[in-house]
């Protein structure tokens, strides 16, 4: 029996659902939420006549909403099908380095488990990761999830196969959108709390390889408060002597800098430290 739950997302079960899947899914829908915050409420609301199996925040939080043997109630003649995940953020928004990272590590599991093919789906009949816009109106005549995201799919399939994004070139150009990851991300440092600081710290533990085992007491719990081993944490990465931006200094703000370096180490444009 394929796994029904997915063990790095935190189990909220909700009402709307209903009936089984067909088995074996055909693979994963990334939907984009056009908002912002857990869809726990909504989607346990009968009123809303809507679900998703997953959710996924900006900081690359994942909850699970629906298991994956019953039906959520994501793209209407789709739901037998295919596994669903709601993405936090909006349609011409791209998703944060985290996500992208936060999806490969599904879909790589999905290939694992439900033997989902390594391959971008881009009809109803196909097999793969797919769009919700894909399923035209017997989908819902949805435009989910924009062209930003749904062009990031062979992305995901990359990361998902162990390849990483972005690093095929050697040159880089100025301005490309590597370089632009976390550009607009405010200065952090310590006392600062909030949303930011959880995707930070879960961008720290994947750069330092400690993103995935809740007991490695090197981990930086993603409490999205900033205070002496984020410092450390983020002191340790300026001291990186990375081969894009070489030593920054070490005074564990997270600026402009620490955040284009974090952006180029997440693309796989870096070697990681
Ligand atoms: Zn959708």
Same mark, same amino acid.
């Given at each position: 029996?394929?796994?029904?739950?997915?063990?790095?997302?935190?189990?909220?079960?909700?009402?709307?659902?209903?009936?089984?899947?067909?088995?074996?899914?055909?693979?994963?829908?990334?939907?984009?939420?056009?908002?912002?915050?857990?869809?726990?409420?909504?989607?346990?609301?009968?009123?809303?006549?809507?679900?998703?199996?997953?959710?996924?925040?900006?900081?690359?939080?994942?909850?699970?909403?629906?298991?994956?043997?019953?039906?959520?109630?994501?793209?209407?003649? %789709?739901? &037998?099908? +295919?596994?669903?995940?709601? #993405?936090? $953020?909006?349609?011409?928004? =791209?998703?944060?380095?985290?996500? /992208?990272?936060?999806?490969?590590?599904?879909?790589?599991?999905?290939?694992?488990?439900?033997?989902?093919?390594?391959?971008?789906?881009?009809?109803?009949?196909?097999?793969?990761?797919?769009?919700?816009?894909? %399923?035209? &109106?017997? +989908?819902?005549?949805?435009? #989910?999830? $924009?062209?930003?995201?749904? =062009?990031?799919?062979?992305?995901? /399939?990359?990361?998902?196969?162990?390849?990483?994004?972005?690093?095929?070139?050697?040159?880089?150009?100025?301005?490309?959108?590597?370089?632009?990851?976390?550009?607009?991300?405010?200065?952090?440092?310590?006392?600062?709390?909030?949303?930011?600081?959880?995707?930070?710290?879960?961008?720290?533990?994947?750069?330092?390889?400690?993103?995935?085992?809740?007991?490695?007491?090197?981990?930086?719990?993603?409490?999205?408060?900033?205070?002496?081993?984020?410092?450390?944490?983020?002191?340790?990465?300026?001291?990186?002597?990375?081969?894009?931006?070489?030593?920054?200094?070490?005074?564990?703000?997270?600026?402009?800098?620490?955040?284009?370096?974090?952006?180029?180490?997440?693309?796989?444009?870096?070697?990681?430290?």
């Amino acid at each position: 029996m394929p796994a029904t739950r997915y063990s790095s997302a935190t189990y909220r079960p909700v009402r709307n659902s209903s009936g089984t899947m067909t088995s074996p899914t055909k693979g994963l829908i990334p939907h984009v939420q056009v908002g912002k915050g857990s869809l726990f409420g909504w989607f346990d609301n009968p009123a809303s006549q809507v679900s998703s199996h997953l959710w996924l925040s900006r900081s690359g939080t994942l909850e699970q909403y629906v298991p994956f043997d019953k039906k959520a109630w994501a793209e209407a003649a %789709g739901n &037998p099908f +295919w596994i669903s995940v709601e #993405c936090e $953020g909006f349609p011409n928004e =791209d998703y944060t380095p985290i996500q /992208l990272q936060r999806l490969g590590e599904l879909y790589a599991w999905g290939m694992r488990e439900f033997g989902w093919r390594p391959q971008v789906a881009d009809s109803v009949d196909g097999f793969g990761i797919g769009t919700h816009r894909m %399923g035209g &109106p017997k +989908w819902g005549g949805h435009s #989910c999830p $924009g062209d930003v995201r749904a =062009d990031r799919r062979r992305d995901i /399939l990359e990361m998902a196969l162990g390849n990483k994004p972005d690093a095929r070139g050697e040159d880089v150009p100025e301005g490309s959108d590597a370089r632009q990851r976390y550009a607009g991300m405010p200065t952090l440092q310590e006392g600062s709390r909030g949303a930011d600081v959880a995707e930070l710290q879960n961008a720290l533990n994947i750069v330092f390889h400690h993103e995935t085992t809740a007991g490695d007491l090197a981990r930086l719990a993603p409490d999205g408060e900033y205070g002496t081993l984020t410092t450390a944490r983020v002191a340790s990465l300026q001291r990186y002597a990375s081969p894009w931006f070489g030593r920054i200094g070490d005074d564990g703000v997270c600026g402009p800098d620490t955040w284009r370096k974090i952006g180029y180490i997440l693309t796989g444009l870096d070697r990681t430290v």
